[in-house]
């Protein structure tokens, strides 16, 4: 995601600098070369042993170095960057940079360079809320700095507001979102993902496996290019992605109700949830007593939701997944003509490293002109990339 990218991470002294050792740790397995430069303050807090270690590079922390200087040099540092991340940013360092002082080696590389910078704030809430500090924030804003919002909660200092460093992943996400390139700038994309819950009482459900990994891959990929995406997504363990409005449903119906209450400001639809296909009949109002010997559950058919898009879809995209454990082109393609789809995403469930609740997937794309396209064994971040291309393409095409 983000190979061969040279990240600079800078770090100022606060509390949460021990969060950004779990960034680095991220920006390194995402692919990144990172190199770290810390004020004299940050280093109060966590050691650039530790820095150092996570990044496999030398941290820099003196302007005036001369060891550091052959090294790499500021203003090397500053030129070869793809993109800075400032994190944690304090009120200080945050005020040097929008007022450009350059007095150490931190705020000398970031006046120096024309990579986009990610300021990451994090402090005291009554300093957050100070109007002076605003006023700076604002102003790196209004100049193209990329600031995240700090979270709300309790801080170190013993006060409850906003002032947290946000999560390392939620960071992460961000800087990824900045180095991508907006292609899906202007598109609206509805996104189901995960599986849906058909009640049997007030204690069991039918289900089935979907981790809903591959739908939260897409929608986090499309927002991280520009498009504005809507999730409607069953139960899961997954963290909702940054800037993706989230609705949770659990039945089939719920999921129903919310796409088609959001099918009219959508451009695409990509269903990526395994929708149970069928529910009983009737809720249990009570938890079903174990009494007899066998015990029959009358099931009625959910409706077919994207069958019914499919009925209706105008000039929107519509993209269906299916995910088979046997004749999987068959199967694929008679949905993708049965449902009206213009693509439909197939995967043969029992290969290693496809299907459920893996982080990878190996799936090939069937397009409604008859092009079949084989992808190889790839991350589920990967496959969503690719997908998104596709969907670009088709939605530039009946725009
Ligand atoms: N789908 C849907 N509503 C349903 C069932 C499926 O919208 N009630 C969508 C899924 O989200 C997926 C596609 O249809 O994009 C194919 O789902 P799949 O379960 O593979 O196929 P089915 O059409 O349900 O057929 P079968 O279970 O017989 O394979």
Redesign the pocket.
């Known amino acids: 995601m983000l190979q061969g990218k040279n990240i600079v991470l800078g770090v100022s002294g606060g509390i949460a600098v021990y969060k950004v050792v779990e960034l680095l740790r991220l920006l390194t397995k995402g692919g990144a070369n990172v190199h770290v430069i810390m004020t004299k303050n940050a280093q109060e807090f966590v050691t650039p042993l530790t820095f150092q270690a996570l990044s496999g590079n030398p941290v820099h922390t003196d302007l005036f170095s001369l060891y550091q200087e052959q090294e790499i040099g500021h203003i090397s540092l500053a030129d070869r960057a793809d993109l800075f991340i400032l994190a944690p940013a304090t009120a200080n360092l945050i005020g040097k940079v929008a007022h450009g002082l350059a007095d150490d080696l931190l705020t000398t590389s970031v006046m120096a360079t024309k990579a986009p910078v990610l300021i990451v704030p994090a402090m005291n809430s009554n300093m957050y809320e100070n109007p002076i500090y605003q006023k700076n924030q604002k102003f790196l804003h209004d100049n193209g700095y990329h600031i995240m919002e700090p979270v709300t909660g309790s801080l170190a200092c013993g006060w409850e507001g906003q002032g947290k460093l946000p999560a390392p992943e939620a960071i992460f996400a961000a800087a990824v979102s900045v180095l991508t390139p907006k292609d899906l700038l202007g598109c609206r994309i509805l996104v189901?993902a995960g599986p849906t819950r058909e009640e049997i009482d007030p204690v069991r459900y039918i289900s089935n496996y979907s981790s809903g990994k591959m739908g939260f891959a897409i929608a986090a990929a499309a927002q991280q290019r520009g498009a504005q995406v809507t999730l409607v997504a069953g139960p899961t363990n997954l963290t909702v992605p940054v800037g993706v409005r989230c609705l949770p449903i659990f039945s089939?119906a719920e999921m129903s109700s919310q796409v088609f209450g959001h099918l009219e400001e959508s451009d695409v639809v990509i269903?990526?949830?395994?929708?149970?296909?069928y529910r009983p009949v009737s809720r249990a109002p009570q938890k079903v007593k174990k009494s007899a010997e066998q015990l029959t559950l009358d099931l009625e058919k959910?409706?077919?939701?994207?069958?019914s898009?499919g009925q209706k879809k105008g000039n929107k995209v519509l993209v269906?997944?299916?995910?088979?454990s046997e004749r999987l082109m068959a199967?694929a393609a008679d949905?993708l003509q049965k449902?009206n789809l213009d693509l439909?995403v197939a995967n043969d469930i029992t290969r290693e490293g496809a299907g459920f609740d893996v982080d990878t997937n190996i799936v090939r794309f069937l397009h409604s002109d008859g092009r079949v396209e084989e992808l190889e064994l790839m991350s589920k971040v990967q496959v969503a990339q690719q997908l998104l291309s596709h969907v670009r393409v088709l939605w530039k095409a009946k725009k």
């Open positions: 189901t089939a269903k990526a949830a395994a929708v149970a296909d959910n409706t077919d939701i994207l069958y898009l269906g997944f299916a995910a088979e199967h949905k449902k439909i």
